[in-house]
């Protein structure tokens, strides 16, 4: 389904064009928050018993067979230009160690506190659009995201000081995943996102592969394959399903609104993150990662309603 054609008739203003795409961007994105958290939980679980490259592998081999099934009954073309390989394979290692950064630290500290850690992320991800891609970025938006940098370094402190090193583990995931973001918005101008998406988890699979062999071969415990019992195939069909639907999401979104636009709004992604954990492990954040937050989704919100009053002004 083109999702072009039906939200965007030609006869329509301008204005009001890139109006729906903006608002079809902030939707596909709110979708995104609300499931990539899920997609955590259900590795958070599996690392019990299965290696994080393992679980990172699954969760690439899952998004291959999804697509795969979805391109198949939507009939669309999966060939991509040669031209294309190289920024499709970079894309598909950023999201490889993003993703294996993070499940590394969710392994041992509460979701929400590596969540919010990583949530340096948009921060960074607004200077790259700025400096790179010469987008609008207001005074008022960078005083807001920069505020909300000061909250991750709140949170970060106490998981420090709890966990190690591991606490920084997100900040890898931050700049891996700033990094795919940039390289999903400049494939989504030539390719269609399924395409992009299965290309991607093909390209990762293999990369993850590689690593799995190279584990086995050094005897490695975290880059080992473990055969999972009983309930860690359901853990490790999350994995692969939450995987797959979540960043489908999050491709459509910078297919249709600039990056300075869903930046702020992936704050959200924070309240599912401790709203599951809570339910799901019992994971409480302390008062001082709270406060960080509170400042991070805080500026988030702020910059959405700018957003929408220059959208109105405009």
Known sequence: MNFGVILLPSKQPVKNIESDKNSLGIILMLGFCFLAPLLDVFAKLASEQISIAQITTIRFLGQVFFMLLIILILKKRIKVPVSLLFP???????????????????????????VAIAFIEPFILLLIGKFIFKESLGIRRLSACTIGFIGVILVIKPSFANFGFVALYPLGTAFSFAFYIISTRRLSQHLDPMCIQFQTALFGSLLCASLLFFGNMTNIPELQITLPKGIFWIWLLGVAIFGTVSHLFISYALKFASSTVLAPIHYLEIVSAVFFGF??????????SFCGMIIVISSGIYIFFREKSLEKNN
């Open 88 to 114: 499709l394979f970079s894309r598909a290692l950023f999201l490889m160690i993003a993703t294996y950064c993070f499940f590394s630290a969710i392994k041992v500290m509460p979701i929400a506190d590596a």
């Open 279 to 288: 339910v799901v492990f019992d994971d409480v954040p302390d008062l001082t």
